[in-house]
Structure formats: C-alpha cells, structure tokens
C-alpha cells in the first residue's frame, strides 16, 4: 500500500500466483482491518470478493458491527488481533477490569458470539510465552495464527508447549526472518534456507501430537 496502485498490483500479482501455481495454499491477507459496518463491508469485499483470499487479520476493537461484516462470506476466515507480538500490546491488551479480566480475554469470550472456530481464529503473538495457557482455557479448539517467532524473538518451543491443541491448532508464521534472510543476489535461496529451517523446527514439535 505504501506503493500506491504499484503496491497494489504486485500484491494482486502475488496473490494470483500463488492460485495458479499452488492452488492448495491458504492465503492470509494480514491486513488488520475493522471500521464501522458499511466500512468493513467494503473491505471484506476487497479481499473476499475482489482478490478471494482466503481469510484476513480483523481489528475488534470498534465491536461487534465491525467485524460480522466479515462473516457472512462463506468458506472465508476471520482472523481477530487478540493478543499481539508487539511491545505496545501491553498498553491496552494486558490491562484488568475490576474482576481480573484482561482486555485480550474479553475480546475471545465476546468474539465468540459472532462465530466458532470453524470460521474464527485468533492472532496471538510469539512473544506472550505462557500466555498461552490462559488463551486455551477460553479458546481450546480456535486455531491460532502465530506471528513473532524469528526476528521478533519469539519462542517456538514456548508457543508449542502451551498453545498446541490436540490437532496442532497452529498457524506460525516468521516474516523478517526469511524475507530479509539476505540483501543480495542470493536472496532465493538464503530466503528459501530460512524457511525450511522453521519448518523443520515446526515438523520437530509437531512429533509430539502424532
């Protein structure tokens, strides 16, 4: 976006590339959306309809008429901001009502009249260690779309030891650790290294479930 149209005709470029060439992949638009109901309708119809992605990252915190936009599209996924990776998360996400509730457990108690997780999962971050625990106490079957591992310093260990389900439940995801694997011609394949060592990692501590 940051390109204008540019941007937005590589991103449409990649986004078909992926259909053509790898038809099974699931696409996640990490867009962090969320406005007043006619807004998030447009929106969902931008990555829904126009580019038919398969799910996209919702901010919840304008509310309930905010998000249900994006859910009236069937076979496409909601992915709400629960508890992110970053160092600002703590000024808002962590704070405690007068009974002890964390913002970030509203927001997975109340996001759950909207839908189930056969059609909502949840962003949790890296980076919020045992965490975890308490976010699979509210949401035991939700798959969770991990950001933070890599350059962020998340720990994948930690993730799996206190996020992973019975069926993996798990959507990890490492960013800056493979698209700036290198600044030179060799790119494709340091980039391409960076991957398949998360992935191996990933194959390790899956081991436990199977």
Known sequence: ????????????????????????????????????????????????????????????????????PFLTYTGKWVILLALTSNKGSHDFQLTADANGERLFEKVLRKSQEWAGDEQMMYVVGATQGRAFEDI??????????????????G???????????????????????????????????ASRKAAQEVQEQMAEQLKAIL
Not at 55 to 64: D, F, K
Not at 159 to 185: F, H, P, Q, W
Request: charged fraction near 25%.
């Open 1 to 68: 976006e940051s390109m204008g149209v540019k941007g937005w005709i590589a991103f449409e470029k990649t986004v078909n590339y992926i259909k053509q060439n790898h038809p099974d992949q699931f696409i996640i638009a990490d867009a962090k959306r969320g406005d007043i109901g006619n807004t998030s309708a447009m929106y969902a119809r931008t990555f829904f309809e126009e580019l038919d992605i398969d799910s996209v990252t919702v901010a919840p915190y304008m509310g309930e008429d905010s998000v249900t």
């Open 136 to 153: 699979r106490k509210i949401v035991p079957e939700h798959f969770l779309l991990v950001p933070g591992v890599g350059a962020q310093g």
């Open 155 to 189: 720990s994948l260990e930690e993730v799996c030891k206190y996020g992973m389900n019975r069926m993996c439940g798990l959507i990890v995801n490492s960013s800056r650790g493979i698209i700036y694997a290198d600044k030179t011609e060799n790119f494709a394949a």
